[in-house]
Every structure is written in C-alpha cells, then in structure tokens.
C-alpha cells in the first residue's frame, strides 16, 4: 500500500506518524514544497526574533523520519489526477498512490485594496517560510511599518517588528482588539499592553488605499480615516485562507468550496482521496465550516489516517479551545467565547493591579465558555465542567483546581470570588 | 533574525559559538588552567590582601554570580518562582559558599562549606579528613550527604540542591543564564551523559570505599594505601580540576552551562537516581504545546522537553535539574514543576480529560 501525504504540516506529519504505528510495512510518502521537513509554522515569529534558528523549529530529530520509514519529497504538486492515481510535480516528475492525503495548510489571505496590485516590494503575509525570509530581508532596512489585521498572527508580527526596532503602527477594522475572541473589557488590557511596548495601535481604521513609488516599493498606507501612514513594510495579517488555488486546474479537482469539502470521514469528493487541516472544508447543519488552528490541524491529521486505513470515523469538533500570547499577556479560552453570543450571562472580573482577567459565560444555568487573560490555567479542567454542564456558582467556587501558575506565583483569587458574590447579589436583584 | 547594529551583533557573536564565544572560551580555559595548574594568581591574591588564590576566585565567582543574578532577577522579575530560587541561590553563594568560610577561617577553625557535600566535595567522607574535624562538622558532612540530601531529594526532586543551593548550579543559573540554549539536545547527548555521569559516580564510590578500607587498615596496607593515594590525586586532578573547572566551566560560552553539572557530577547523579524515586515532575497540560521548541531549547540541561509536551506526557528525567525556564519560556503555559505527591488543590490536574488516543502518534518511535 503507497500512502502520499501533499503537505508536511502538523496535519500530513500526523498522518504519517499514525499510518505508521499501524502499518509497519506500508510505503508513506510526504511531498511538500515549503520545507525538506516538518516545522511547527507557531514558532515563526521566534525565528523572526532570534529566539531560535529555523533547524530549532523542527519538533523531530530528523533521523526520526528515516528510522519511521518516511520517503520525503521536497516539491510543489502541480496536478492531480484521480481517475489514474496519479499526481505531477512541479520538477515535471510523477507520482502515483493508492490512497492521498491533502493537508495543504493555508496561505495569508490577500485583500483587494487599491494599489496593493501595484506593490512589487514591501508587503508580507506571515505565514509560510517564505513568508518570513521576505520579512526578514526588509526589516533590515525598513525604518517604519504598517500591520494590518487584528488577529492573532497580526500581533505577533508587530511583535517581531518591535524587537527589531521598527516605529510599527497596527491597523485594526473592529472598534476594539480582536471581536471575535475577546470582550471590550479584556481588549483594553490587551491594547494598553500592545501600546506599552510604543506601538501604535489605531482602533476602527480601515485601508483605502496602498501608495507606492514608481518602482513599485510601498511607501505609505492611507487610511479611510483619511491619515497617511508612511512606511517600508506593510504586514498583511487579515486572516487566512486554504492553500487549494493549485487544485482548480488539475484534471481531477475535488468538490471544492473555501476549502476541500470533506464529508465528517476526511473523505474528498474523490475516491481514495482525503483531506486534512487548515485546508479541509466540513459541513455541520449545511453550514461550511473550517478549523484553522495547530490542536485541530493535528487531531484532524489523526483521525484521517484512521479513516484512511479503514476504521470507521465521525469526525465531531470536540469542545473549542485555544490559546494565545500577547507580548507578554498569556490568554487562555475553552467553549463558546464570542463575546456577542445571544441568550447568555457573563460574568467578568479584572484582576487588581495585574493584565488579568476572568471571564465565564452560562447560558441556561450551564457554564459554556471561559475565557481567560494574564494568568495560567488548565483548559482540560475548563472543557470538563464544560461537557458535565457545571453552572457558574460551581465554576468559581472550583477556580483554584484550574490554575496552573508557576510555584510561589499562584494567581489570589479572592477578589473574584468577591466580585462574583457582588455580582451574584446584583443580577438577583435586577430579577 | 539577529537585531540590527553592532552591540547586538556582539551579544549574538558571543552567545552563538562566534568567534567572539571562542575567545571568551580560550580566555575561561586559560584562566582555569592558570588557576589549578600554577601559583600565577597568588601575588595578585596577596596584593589585593587576600589570604590565596582561593580566596581570589571564591570573590570572583561570588561577584559573578551577584551581578549575573540582578540580570536575572530583573529578567524573569514576573515569575516568583525565579525570583525566589535565584535570590535563594545568590544568598547561599554570599554566605554559605564565601563568608562563613572565611570567617571560620578567620577563627582558626576548619574552613567548611556547608553548602557542599560528598561526593561533590569527596573530602567530605574522606576519613583522613573528616575523622579529624570537630564532631559537629563531621556529623554535619556524614548525615548530610546520606540522609539530608537524599531525603530532600526524594520531596523536592534534585532542584533543591543542583539548582537553589548548589555554586555550579548557581553560576549556570545566574551569569550563564545568556548561555543556556547552548547544551546539545541530541539524544546522542543524552546518551552519552548516562554513561559519562554514572561512570564518574561509580568511580568517586569506588574511592570512597578505597580511602575506607585503607584507613581501616592503617599501616597493615602500605600498598593499597599508596595506590589510594595515587588514585585520589587523579581523581583530584581529572575530576575536580579539569571536568569541574576547566571544562565545567571554561566551555560555557560553546557548550553552554551545564557541562559539568550534566555529563560529570557525581552529586548530580546520585541526586538523579533519587529523583527519578520521588515526587517531582514536570507536568504537562493535555493538547495545548504548539511543539514551538522555546522549552528545548532553553533546556540547560539539554532535555528535549518537547518531545514529552507535544506527546501530552507529564515527565521526570533525572538530569532536571529543576530550574524551572521550560515553564518560564513557555508561551502557551503547558508546563509546571510540581512536587506531585505534596499538592495542592492543584493537583486536581492530574484527574485528566483522556487524551484522544493512547498512543500519541507524535512520540516517535518509542524512544523513551
Ligand atoms: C504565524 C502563525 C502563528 C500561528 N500560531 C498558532 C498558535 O499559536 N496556535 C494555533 O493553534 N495555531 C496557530 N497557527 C495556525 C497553525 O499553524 C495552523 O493551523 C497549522 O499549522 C495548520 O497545519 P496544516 O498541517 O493543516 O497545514 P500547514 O502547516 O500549512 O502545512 C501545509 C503544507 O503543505 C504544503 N503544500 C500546500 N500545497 C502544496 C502543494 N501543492 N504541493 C506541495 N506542498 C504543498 C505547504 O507548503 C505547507 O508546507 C499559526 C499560524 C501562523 C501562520
Ligand atoms: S515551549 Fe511550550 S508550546 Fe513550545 S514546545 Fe515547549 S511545551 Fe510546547
């Protein structure tokens, strides 16, 4: 049995990682063209920032992939074709397989702002390997820069920025820091703290237009709000979206929406075809829905290869959570955490003199999200009490059981419990 | 990316084996081998009013460990458990490492560290030695060395010693700090430490027993006495001289800190087999490593830490010596030290949500 993997990302590795532990004797194949070896993609901006070399980003001793039998391909796929099981490489070579593996990753998305087709020099995603060396080469001689997008991967590219010197201003659309995880309360902790490190962070800014010099450098952002903005780099961080332009030509293309879709067995529209990660496309209640995180990239790595060996597979996204670290602010959530989710109760509590915050949400007498900034805690609690339907009284009386602090430097809860007896008190009262 | 402008070039040069880290190392080497090997540093010691050229380095290594401490101290100022063990660690060198043995020598008493204990300091249960120091001392190096050590080793793991109280540890921890990410992280390292470590361990028992027999047996052993002797002086110079000090710590700028503490010491390796019987661990918080690398990396011990979080593994590997910076640089907080069997409500962690499968398919090949 030959096993092609297209991707060496945390999915494919995954992949082959248990194709192996089950199949001592298959041949497992993984091409990719970004990397000869698999790399955690998490780590970039510690490379960026000198913290570490590119070789310290691979998790695996690379003797590892020729003791586990992988054959490594470094090449892009340039076509696919699954009436003859048959792919071809971008070096014009073939290969062929008996089942497939697509975890393709994604790529940064590309906006449509006027002028950023004329841009030769100067904008950068922060995403792929590349990615970063093209980072890397204008930040040695960029002064200024603009990033755009407030996400996650947005703050950690002005971070990076920041260490090496660069005035960095970061745009961002939402009124506060990133809405869609994040309550205004817990954004103002984060944005006083980005701010601390001397960036400067507009709030409700939106690109008009990209302004370059004739040869094509960027050279300033101007803003809706009618602000000119100058600089050299422009870091574009406004989401990501499936590596999956490539398949449209081939002669076979899977049924394809954002992403691969996939029925809830990794299954492609394919035969023998599955597909993984950032790049596979699901559908619950005919809404289309694709997880792009390291933890469901790697889970959903695992159950594809067992599907693809033959065991029967539901896929069902298990309890949401995630986690995250800006600057110097560690944030951790589980379960439901948009902070404009209908129907619920929240309570939240800033700590005193600290950038740390709790945040428990209940909806019908059940705690279903948490949210946490500044302090260290175990998810694996949170998504328990979570799957039991623990209310909230229970929760924050069992807060401590969670923290997960450093020796000596456990976080006092005692003015949240006071906070939640208040807040206790005045929501009966509202009643 | 190394930050732009020179004085960052120099700081990456030195703390990336450049040719500036091998001139420091060629500096450190030749300044040990002076040190053990000639009296070159007793005129400078006498000159300054010391009493020898022990003296002269015991200063040095205590300043040493003083400044690179405050770096630390101001460094990790937002983790208590380094504030704690680093101002822990700068407390014992200052007094117990440097001033009480002064001021015991001041007194005309035997200059004793109480903050060393065999076999690091083989003299300890050397009975020559120690069979002619007031009781008090030599009880304190008998029931130190068998019961203390061991017994905190067994609550607390090795980290009591090798990295709160222990001088090596404390310089590793404090003015090596910029130089930890440097200790391999091969498993051929690791593998060649379990022989080297236990090899040497076997060897200070082996004397030990050797100085025992000969003593007992006093004139009877003329022979066995001189080939005692014979041995205890390589062992000094092998061991304490050139393992300890010139390579111990004349390499720290290209092998990073814990070349010694790691590969050779005798101390550190019985603390390690006691360890690995006792409580303490690294615990790891199921499904939340990135496999970024920063634990790693920032291991001075070497340990692929890693490889045991992104495979949701709670570990003890009996060279941790417990310093706690996996935790510390850790971005997603999966790990924490913990005395596993004196927990707190804590401990309710170690109740845990099954992981999705039981064999993480990311811990390769069973290499543990
Ligand atoms: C800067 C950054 C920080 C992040 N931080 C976090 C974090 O802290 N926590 C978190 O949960 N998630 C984080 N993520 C997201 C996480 O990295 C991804 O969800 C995860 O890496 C996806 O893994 P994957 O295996 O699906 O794809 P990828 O890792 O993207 O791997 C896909 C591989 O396939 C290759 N490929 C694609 N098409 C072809 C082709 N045609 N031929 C050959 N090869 C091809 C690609 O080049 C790529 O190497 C971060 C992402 C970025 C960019
Ligand atoms: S530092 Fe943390 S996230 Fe990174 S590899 Fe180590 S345990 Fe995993």
């Given at each position: 049995?030959?096993?092609?993997?297209?991707?060496?990302?945390?999915?494919?590795?995954?992949?082959?990682?248990?194709?192996?532990?089950?199949?001592?004797?298959?041949?497992?194949?993984?091409?990719?063209?970004?990397?000869?070896?698999?790399?955690?993609?998490?780590?970039?901006?510690?490379?960026?920032?000198?913290?570490?070399?590119?070789?310290?980003?691979?998790?695996?001793?690379?003797?590892?992939?020729?003791?586990?039998?992988?054959?490594?391909?470094?090449?892009?796929?340039?076509?696919?074709?699954?009436?003859?099981?048959?792919?071809?490489?971008?070096?014009?070579?073939?290969?062929?397989?008996?089942?497939?593996?697509?975890?393709?990753?994604?790529?940064?998305?590309?906006?449509?702002?006027?002028?950023?087709?004329?841009?030769?020099?100067?904008?950068?995603?922060?995403?792929?390997?590349?990615?970063?060396?093209?980072?890397?080469?204008?930040?040695?001689?960029?002064?200024?820069?603009?990033?755009?997008?407030?996400?996650?991967?947005?703050?950690?590219?002005?971070?990076?920025?920041?260490?090496?010197?660069?005035?960095?201003?970061?745009?961002?659309?939402?009124?506060?820091?990133?809405?869609?995880?994040?309550?205004?309360?817990?954004?103002?902790?984060?944005?006083?703290?980005?701010?601390?490190?001397?960036?400067?962070?507009?709030?409700?800014?939106?690109?008009?237009?990209?302004?370059?010099?004739?040869?094509?450098?960027?050279?300033?952002?101007?803003?809706?709000?009618?602000?000119?903005?100058?600089?050299?780099?422009?870091?574009?961080?406004?989401?990501?979206?499936?590596?999956?332009?490539?398949?449209?030509?081939?002669?076979?293309?899977?049924?394809?929406?954002?992403?691969?879709?996939?029925?809830?067995?990794?299954?492609?529209?394919?035969?023998?075809?599955?597909?993984?990660?950032?790049?596979?496309?699901?559908?619950?209640?005919?809404?289309?829905?694709?997880?792009?995180?390291?933890?469901?990239?790697?889970?959903?790595?695992?159950?594809?290869?067992?599907?693809?060996?033959?065991?029967?597979?539901?896929?069902?996204?298990?309890?949401?959570y995630n986690s995250?670290?800006?600057?110097?602010?560690?944030?951790t959530a589980t379960?439901?955490?948009?902070?404009?989710?209908?129907?619920?109760?929240?309570?939240?509590?800033?700590?005193?003199?600290?950038?740390?915050?709790?945040?428990?949400?209940?909806?019908?007498?059940?705690?279903?999200?948490i949210?946490m900034?500044?302090?260290?805690w175990d998810h694996s609690i949170f998504e328990?009490?979570?799957?039991?339907?623990?209310?909230?009284?229970?929760?924050?009386?069992?807060?401590?059981?969670a923290?997960f602090?450093?020796?000596?430097?456990?976080?006092?809860?005692?003015?949240?419990?006071?906070?939640?007896?208040?807040?206790?008190?005045?929501?009966?009262?509202?009643? | 990316?190394?930050?732009?402008?020179?004085?960052?070039?120099?700081?990456?040069?030195?703390?990336?084996?450049?040719?500036?880290?091998?001139?420091?190392?060629?500096?450190?080497?030749?300044?040990?081998?002076?040190?053990?090997?000639?009296?070159?540093?007793?005129?400078?010691?006498?000159?300054?009013?010391?009493?020898?050229?022990?003296?002269?380095?015991?200063?040095?290594?205590?300043?040493?460990?003083?400044?690179?401490?405050?770096?630390?101290?101001?460094?990790?100022?937002?983790?208590?458990?380094?504030?704690?063990?680093?101002?822990?660690?700068?407390?014992?060198?200052?007094?117990?490492?440097?001033?009480?043995?002064?001021?015991?020598?001041?007194?005309?008493?035997?200059?004793?560290?109480?903050?060393?204990?065999?076999?690091?300091?083989?003299?300890?249960?050397?009975?020559?030695?120690?069979?002619?120091?007031?009781?008090?001392?030599?009880?304190?190096?008998?029931?130190?060395?068998?019961?203390?050590?061991?017994?905190?080793?067994?609550?607390?793991?090795?980290?009591?010693?090798?990295?709160?109280?222990?001088?090596?540890?404390?310089?590793?921890?404090?003015?090596?700090?910029?130089?930890?990410?440097?200790?391999?992280?091969?498993?051929?390292?690791?593998?060649?430490?379990?022989?080297?470590?236990?090899?040497?361990?076997?060897?200070?028992?082996?004397?030990?027993?050797?100085?025992?027999?000969?003593?007992?047996?006093?004139?009877?052993?003329?022979?066995?006495?001189?080939?005692?002797?014979?041995?205890?002086?390589?062992?000094?110079?092998?061991?304490?001289?050139?393992?300890?000090?010139?390579?111990?710590?004349?390499?720290?700028?290209?092998?990073?800190?814990?070349?010694?503490?790691?590969?050779?010491?005798?101390?550190?390796?019985?603390?390690?087999?006691?360890?690995?019987?006792?409580?303490?661990?690294?615990?790891?918080k199921p499904n939340m490593?990135?496999?970024?690398?920063?634990?790693?990396?920032?291991?001075?011990?070497?340990?692929?830490?890693?490889?045991?979080?992104?495979?949701?593994?709670?570990?003890?590997?009996?060279?941790?010596?417990?310093?706690?910076?996996?935790?510390?640089?850790?971005?997603?907080?999966?790990?924490?030290?913990?005395?596993?069997?004196?927990?707190?409500?804590?401990?309710?962690?170690?109740?845990?949500?099954?992981?999705?499968?039981?064999?993480?398919?990311?811990?390769?090949?069973?290499?543990?």
């Amino acid at each position: 049995m030959r096993y092609v993997i297209i991707g060496n990302g945390v999915a494919g590795i995954t992949a082959a990682f248990t194709l192996r532990a089950r199949d001592a004797s298959a041949e497992i194949l993984l091409v990719s063209g970004e990397s000869d070896y698999f790399f955690s993609r998490c780590a970039l901006m510690y490379a960026f920032m000198d913290r570490m070399s590119l070789r310290d980003l691979e998790p695996h001793e690379r003797r590892v992939y020729a003791k586990q039998n992988f054959r490594l391909i470094r090449d892009w796929v340039t076509d696919l074709d699954a009436s003859r099981r048959l792919l071809t490489l971008q070096s014009g070579s073939s290969l062929a397989y008996d089942r497939l593996l697509l975890s393709t990753g994604s790529l940064g998305e590309v906006p449509d702002w006027p002028g950023l087709n004329r841009v030769r020099e100067g904008a950068v995603h922060f995403v792929t390997l590349q990615d970063l060396g093209r980072a890397e080469s204008l930040a040695r001689s960029a002064r200024e820069a603009v990033v755009v997008g407030g996400g996650l991967i947005g703050v950690e590219l002005v971070e990076c920025l920041v260490y090496h010197r660069l005035k960095v201003t970061f745009h961002v659309r939402a009124p506060w820091y990133w809405p869609g995880a994040l309550a205004r309360e817990e954004a103002e902790i984060v944005s006083e703290h980005i701010r601390r490190h001397g960036v400067d962070l507009r709030m409700d800014e939106e690109v008009a237009e990209i302004l370059t010099t004739p040869e094509g450098r960027v050279c300033a952002v101007r803003a809706k709000s009618g602000h000119e903005y100058s600089c050299q780099l422009l870091g574009i961080a406004v989401g990501v979206s499936p590596q999956i332009a490539w398949l449209r030509g081939v002669k076979t293309p899977p049924r394809l929406g954002r992403g691969i879709q996939v029925s809830s067995s990794f299954e492609t529209s394919l035969e023998n075809v599955w597909a993984a990660g950032d790049c596979a496309e699901f559908s619950a209640n005919g809404a289309p829905f694709i997880e792009q995180i390291w933890y469901s990239a790697r889970r959903q790595g695992e159950l594809a290869a067992r599907a693809m060996l033959g065991d029967t597979i539901r896929y069902d996204p298990p309890i949401f959570y995630n986690s995250a670290k800006f600057f110097g602010i560690e944030y951790t959530a589980t379960g439901e955490i948009s902070p404009s989710l209908p129907g619920v109760q929240t309570f939240f509590c800033r700590l005193p003199a600290r950038e740390a915050s709790v945040r428990i949400t209940e909806r019908a007498g059940a705690v279903i999200g948490i949210n946490m900034l500044g302090a260290r805690w175990d998810h694996s609690i949170f998504e328990r009490w979570i799957a039991e339907r623990r209310d909230m009284d229970y929760a924050v009386a069992h807060l401590p059981e969670a923290q997960f602090d450093v020796e000596f430097g456990r976080v006092d809860l005692t003015p949240v419990a006071a906070a939640y007896h208040n807040w206790r008190a005045r929501s009966a009262a509202a009643k | 990316m190394v930050r732009k402008g020179k004085s960052a070039w120099l700081v990456h040069d030195l703390t990336h084996r450049g040719l500036t880290a091998w001139l420091l190392t060629a500096l450190l080497v030749a300044f040990y081998l002076l040190l053990y090997l000639t009296h070159f540093f007793t005129p400078v010691a006498r000159s300054l009013g010391l009493s020898s050229k022990w003296t002269l380095y015991g200063l040095l290594y205590t300043l040493a460990i003083l400044t690179g401490g405050i770096h630390v101290l101001r460094k990790y100022r937002r983790n208590r458990y380094q504030v704690v063990r680093t101002s822990v660690v700068m407390f014992v060198q200052v007094v117990f490492a440097f001033s009480i043995p002064e001021i015991l020598k001041f007194f005309h008493q035997p200059e004793y560290y109480f903050s060393y204990f065999w076999p690091l300091k083989f003299d300890d249960l050397n009975p020559g030695v120690v069979f002619h120091l007031p009781l008090f001392y030599a009880l304190y190096s008998f029931l130190g060395a068998l019961v203390m050590v061991p017994l905190l080793g067994v609550f607390f793991g090795k980290r009591w010693y090798c990295s709160w109280v222990c001088g090596c540890g404390g310089l590793a921890n404090t003015a090596g700090d910029p130089l930890r990410h440097l200790t391999s992280k091969s498993s051929r390292a690791w593998k060649f430490e379990k022989i080297s470590i236990h090899f040497v361990l076997a060897v200070s028992v082996l004397l030990t027993a050797l100085l025992f027999i000969s003593y007992g047996l006093g004139h009877r052993a003329t022979a066995l006495s001189r080939f005692t002797y014979d041995f205890q002086t390589v062992y000094a110079f092998l061991v304490v001289a050139m393992l300890s000090g010139v390579i111990g710590a004349g390499l720290y700028p290209l092998g990073g800190t814990r070349v010694w503490c790691r590969n050779f010491c005798p101390m550190a390796a019985i603390l390690g087999l006691v360890q690995k019987l006792g409580s303490f661990r690294i615990a790891v918080k199921p499904n939340m490593c990135i496999s970024c690398g920063l634990c790693s990396k920032y291991c001075e011990m070497g340990i692929d830490v890693r490889s045991y979080a992104q495979a949701n593994q709670s570990f003890t590997r009996a060279s941790c010596v417990g310093c706690g910076l996996c935790a510390e640089v850790c971005p997603r907080g999966v790990l924490r030290l913990e005395n596993a069997r004196l927990r707190t409500p804590q401990g309710a962690s170690l109740v845990r949500i099954a992981p999705l499968t039981s064999a993480s398919p990311l811990s390769p090949g069973g290499q543990r």
